[in-house]
């Protein structure tokens, strides 16, 4: 079945500094979602990525979808504390169904 | 702003027991869905229900696990006979539309079996 894979697991980094995310899939997507979930919460929707090569900004959050639609990035510049929580990626193939990234669990210290 | 709400937040039972967790999609969503979240680990797909009938089941989604839409507004997860490796977080979460679309999650059901 189609394999969803994320690097890294855990990333600490420094108030301000850049972080990045990747994602894998075992098989080609027909699109990819991001989604990020607080400490004791509920995963939050991002972002989605449809087209081969698409990369989109919200503000500081950079996320891009590879050319061959196996491969995913999200990128946050100059980090701040409300950015800590895990982010995962989802995939879905020619099913709905969303194969969930094992996530990056994201600590900002001040 | 709509959300999708879930009851009840926190579920102990004993093994072997039923349970029924209970959800409310947004109003005008047709697609809804189950997800189990164990500590720590993924979000992992168990069902997706559209037009009163399971349009997709994961692996994880066996005899044990059924679902139902009872009136217009619950979707509800019902496990028969839980287990001890039954114990996670069960997320409820609903969206639009026919192609690929955002799921809205619920807050979440802890699931514990002991």
């Known amino acids: 079945g189609q394999q969803v894979m994320q690097i890294p697991q855990y990333q600490h980094v420094q108030e301000g500094e850049d972080f990045t995310t990747y994602c894998n899939s075992s098989?080609?997507?027909?699109?990819i979602q991001w989604y990020k979930q607080r400490p004791g919460g509920h995963p939050v929707f991002l972002i989605q990525?449809?087209?081969?090569?698409e990369v989109k900004k919200q503000k500081r959050l950079t996320f891009q979808f590879g050319e061959a639609k196996k491969n995913s990035s999200l990128h946050i510049t100059a980090t701040q504390t409300t950015d800590v929580g895990t982010y995962f990626c989802a995939g879905s193939g020619s099913a709905r169904q969303l194969t969930f990234g094992s996530g990056t669990q994201l600590t900002v210290l001040p | 702003e709509p959300e999708v709400t879930q009851t009840p937040s926190h579920q102990v039972t004993q093994m072997g027991q039923e349970v029924i967790l209970r959800c409310v999609p947004i109003s005008n969503h047709l697609y809804f869905y189950w997800y189990r979240q164990i500590l720590g680990q993924k979000v992992e797909f168990l069902v997706s229900f559209y037009n009163n009938e399971i349009s997709e089941k994961s692996e994880i989604f066996d005899d044990q696990f059924s679902v139902e839409r009872p009136d217009g507004s619950n979707f509800t997860l019902k496990i028969r006979s839980t287990k001890l490796e039954d114990s996670a977080m069960y997320f409820c979460a609903s969206s639009t539309g026919t192609g690929p679309r955002e799921q809205y999650f619920g807050p979440g059901t802890r699931l514990t079996v002991t």
């Open positions: 990525l449809v087209k081969s090569g």
């Open positions: 098989t080609t997507l027909s699109n």
